[in-house]
């Protein structure tokens, strides 16, 4: 039996459908969003923490608990973790009350072990949380009375992550960057590692994406493809592969929104198939902004859906022009991907942290052929380590070496001169930055079709010269400084200039992110000589930072040689950057 095709529609009718569709998927946002501020405000854990109350509370934890870090070396679970949780139920001396909402924990190390899904209760002391995701942070002493394990698939995600992670031990420390993208563990990526990545463009490599989604994802599909399988069953494997991936990956903003995409085209492939990518992307953030509205306020959903619309909209254009100037198509489609991914990120990342990556763009060019065989590589040591840690071992030996090549790129990036702009974030700077970037593209398009149109340069330098004056970039460094006080929280870090790029340091803070941004924001890449007053953490732990990427001449420190773990931290960090 043959079914009619019905007639087109119009134009009017399809952008009439457009608009009242559009106003209805805002409205729902904004339902929701409503709804769920609503629910955040009226909470008890809400009240709990802006009156600083010591309750007795009933959670479940929501994501993997995360280690302290000091901001000098790896991860440190005797410092405590932070633990993401669900509030489940209040106890206070006025009766019980239920609640369901999302809050944060510092708990002591026992908590380190409980994975997503587990039922806890403990007594807390709330505080006021600065998140607006967050209903409120609290704050316990005690170890976890365990109510409920995590379910079954919680725990066979964490034999997989663990498994993946012992195999990664005892390898080069490239190694550890395997983990990191097949399942988002950092928990062995050292804070260095962290910064550069982030300073060159490739913090996405830190963390698993909706890239490391698509290729594993395709991996397994073309892997049962070659087994044979086909139609549904080939769908049913994809969808299979989907869920479980961001089971074990948790579902963090971009892996939620990279797997909701390939669920929709996979639905859609059954019944015919999906024509365009945009659609896709369009359905699935207006799914997930009605179900979670707090993913618009989420930098990695942010950035995520940001870099997928420039490859949809953008990436296709520049191609097409790149090749028309005789570029080969290879080359043309590689650069047209990183370069539409980073121009549709920049209004964001300007917006968000206040500084422009010129250097991302290279970098990733670099660093783009690295990323498939980590994570097929990853992927199949993940799959195979519960049952061959040998054969697992293997395989995370033979990404490490891609990996290297990423730590190379980043390291170098990271330290290019002008390569990271620092820029006066907020709202406004992402709508200028928006406004130039629609601009380029729109001249784009219009040259695309008609070529003759010079005029539009000059509207095009007057958008740049708006969008950029009102926004200067951040005070800098004064070239001629003489002393300066770097702000690293609790503690202390001081610098006597001793010439144009040098300086003596006194103290070094507790957190490397913070002294390393701060000698580097000064010019600082010399160090004539580092005296440590004394061994205390908010004087020592930033030591790292420091020494990053610096020459350092002369280290003094105290002959008082406490607290010992402090003092062995410094000779450990000391010794290892000695050349």
Do not use: K
């Not at 500084?355 to 994570?375: F, K, M, Q, S, Y």
Request: glycine letters at 8%; a positive charge.
């Amino acid at each position: 039996m043959r079914i009619p095709r019905p007639p087109p529609r119009s134009a009017a009718a399809s952008w009439s459908a457009i608009v009242v569709g559009s106003i209805v998927v805002v409205a729902a946002i904004a339902g929701s969003a409503v709804m769920r501020v609503t629910a955040i405000r009226s909470s008890p854990i809400f009240a709990a923490g802006q009156h600083r109350e010591v309750v007795r509370a009933e959670v479940v934890v929501t994501g993997d608990p995360v280690a302290r870090r000091d901001g000098s070396t790896l991860v440190n679970a005797a410092a405590g973790v932070w633990v993401p949780v669900r509030v489940e139920r209040l106890f206070t001396p006025h009766g019980a009350f239920a609640a369901r909402v999302p809050a944060r924990l510092l708990a002591p190390s026992s908590w380190a072990l409980l994975l997503p899904g587990s039922r806890c209760r403990a007594v807390v002391q709330w505080t006021p949380s600065p998140s607006l995701t967050v209903t409120a942070w609290g704050t316990t002493d005690a170890p976890p009375v365990l109510l409920d394990p995590a379910p079954g698939y919680q725990r066979w995600a964490g034999q997989l992550r663990s498994a993946l992670a012992q195999a990664s031990r005892g390898l080069r420390p490239s190694a550890a960057l395997v983990p990191a993208l097949v399942d988002g563990d950092t928990s062995a990526v050292p804070e260095q590692v962290i910064d550069d990545l982030r300073l060159s463009g490739l913090a996405h490599l830190s963390a698993v994406s909706g890239a490391n989604v698509a290729i594993a994802v395709g991996a397994i599909v073309l892997l049962a493809r070659r087994l044979r399988v086909r139609g549904r069953a080939l769908t049913a494997v994809g969808a299979a592969t989907v869920i479980g991936f961001v089971v074990v990956a948790r579902p963090e903003g971009s892996v939620i929104r990279a797997a909701v995409m390939a669920l929709i085209a996979m639905a859609a492939s059954v019944r015919g198939g999906v024509r365009q990518t945009g659609a896709v992307l369009g359905a699935a953030v207006a799914l997930l902004l009605v179900v979670n509205p707090l993913l618009m306020v989420d930098l990695g959903f942010v950035l995520s859906v940001a870099a997928t619309a420039g490859l949809v909209l953008l990436a296709p254009l520049l191609s097409r022009i790149l090749r028309g100037r005789g570029w080969r198509p290879r080359i043309a489609d590689a650069c047209a991907v990183v370069i539409a991914a980073q121009v549709a990120v920049t209004p964001v990342l300007v917006g968000f942290t206040g500084r422009l990556d010129p250097v991302a763009v290279p970098a990733n060019l670099l660093a783009a052929p690295a990323v498939v065989p980590i994570t097929v590589l990853g992927f199949a040591a993940m799959l195979i380590a519960p049952v061959a840690p040998l054969i697992a071992q293997a395989l995370v030996w033979c990404a490490q070496w891609p990996a290297q090549w990423v730590l190379v790129v980043a390291a170098a990036g990271a330290q290019w001169p002008g390569g990271v702009v620092s820029w006066r974030g907020g709202w406004w700077a992402s709508v200028m930055w928006t406004l130039v970037v629609a601009t380029v593209i729109a001249v784009a398009v219009m040259r695309r079709w008609t070529p003759h149109i010079t005029w539009l340069v000059p509207p095009l330098v007057a958008v740049v010269v708006i969008a950029l004056v009102p926004i200067p970039p951040a005070l800098q460094w004064p070239r001629d400084w003489l002393f300066l006080a770097c702000d690293v929280g609790q503690g202390d870090a001081l610098a006597l200039s001793t010439g144009r790029a040098s300086a003596i340091v006194v103290d070094v803070g507790p957190d490397a992110r913070r002294v390393d941004r701060c000698l580097r924001d000064a010019g600082v890449r010399r160090i004539d000589a580092l005296v440590l007053t004394h061994f205390h953490a908010d004087h020592v732990n930033g030591l790292a930072g420091a020494l990053h990427h610096r020459v350092t001449r002369l280290l003094v420190t105290s002959p008082l040689t406490d607290p010992p773990a402090e003092a062995a931290l410094v000779r450990h960090i000391a010794q290892t950057a000695a050349p």
